[in-house]
């Protein structure tokens, strides 16, 4: 396992993320962890991640002071190698051209990190220190025409550290330097499978849940049905599937739903209808973040309220990923917006919770889906939020404002999986914005909403790009909103990419 200590960089998860496709489990912790936490968990190697800070600055992140005494392997990238310049006995200055983007590197050592790569290199960076001097027993190991010490080693004492980012797919040679670090430094062996993945989760379950019981929130999507999955070959029966309709579902979605999980599945599924109790809450809410508490607030009282009629349930299952972690904000990620199952939780819960996908990312949860042998179309379902079409109906989230949407919707759906486009997109929705425009239809005036396609490309939904749809498939899609769903005269296209958007509205 390799620990990530987090700078608060803005490709921290992405290097958890490269190390696990590498095949190596990575894990992400604050910068300060302590040590003694650092070696209870016995990494087999440390990365320091970049950072928005000066080392010299006001309030610069410092790691715990014993962290480079101990025995692992340590990689620092950008601040992390800053950092690890200064503990050591080096020396960082401000370079004179700040250097964001492309660099060129002149790799000058072969040896270590940079076994098997050529002496020219591009390399992604975006600092404005750099270090100068090299602690003692270091060698520069490559420059560029602007900075002289680019990046640095100490193979005998485990220590790396490079200035640009490996981790970006921009590096060209990214991945081959951290598989050095990984295999080559760390000996690191490349065994974190789906296989290895299931074993281990439902290792963890069953020491956490026992004999107990639990029940599971079951949304019908890839991540709860795959947490159930993991959940039930760990405890078997003492598990109990809820699915609530809190009525933010799309068009036909509840039905779909119990008919996948309901009479024929080996775990048996609760169906609660909560549509009032949901949308009695959110009646008059228009702020976004209030309506992800709200909404997350219910679940889990919902939830409660379930466990209580099954003996024991003290355990509720949630398929949250590490990505909802991360929007959520933590502790040196800043907050974007609080997911249902993570920022959305009330402070007081009755029920503890298990949550086996917490460290994964959506592709890879569904490479384990896949090997716990779900169907291909739940695997490859376009993932819908818990707060459901109450984060796309914009402002006031009434019973015909969500059906207006929900008819927009599934004329998109149709066409999207008709023109064979659904499982290259990441995901594609309709919103109702809270504005009408003024149309003309059989000659007489329209006052009515506009609806906004939204389609994006995504790995995993940290980064996003909008998806260039064909224009006669946007056509088709335009006139049959208009022509099929009464109240919208107008539809309109959001090419924002993520950043600077989210894929959602709200
Ligand atoms: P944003 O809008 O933050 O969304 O770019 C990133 C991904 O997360 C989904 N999403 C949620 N999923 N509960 C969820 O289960 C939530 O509260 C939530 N908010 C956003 C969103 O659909 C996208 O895939």
Redesign the pocket.
Known sequence: MILVLDFGGQYSQLIARRVRECRVFSELIPYDTPVEEIRRRNPEGIILSGGPNSVYGEGAPRVDDGLFGLDAPMLGICYGMQHMALSLGGEVGAVQIREYGRSDLIVKDHEGLFAGTPDEQKAWTSHGDAVFAAPEGFRVTAETPSVPIIAFEEPGAGRFGVQFHPEVRHTEYGMEILKNFLFETCGCKPDWTPVNIITDAVERIREQVGDRKAICGLSGGV?SSTAAMLVHRAIGDNLTCVFVDHGLLRQNEAEQVIEAFGENSEVPLVHVDSKGRFLDKLAGVTDPEAK?KIIGEEFIRTFEEEAKGIEDATFLVQGTLY??VI?SGTRDAAK??????VG?LPEVMDLDLVEPLRNLFKDEVRVVAAELGMPERLVWRQ?????GLA?RVIGDVTGERLEILRRADAVLQEEIRAAGLYRDL??SFAVLPAIHSVGVMGDARTYAYPVVIRAVTSDD?MT?DWARLPYDLLEKISNRIINEVPGVNRVALDITS?PPG???WE
């Open positions: 991540d992800r990505s909802d929007e974007i917006k609080s997911h249902h199952n959305g993932p819908f939020p818990g707060p984060i990441w995901q939904a996003a993520k989210t894929i959602e």
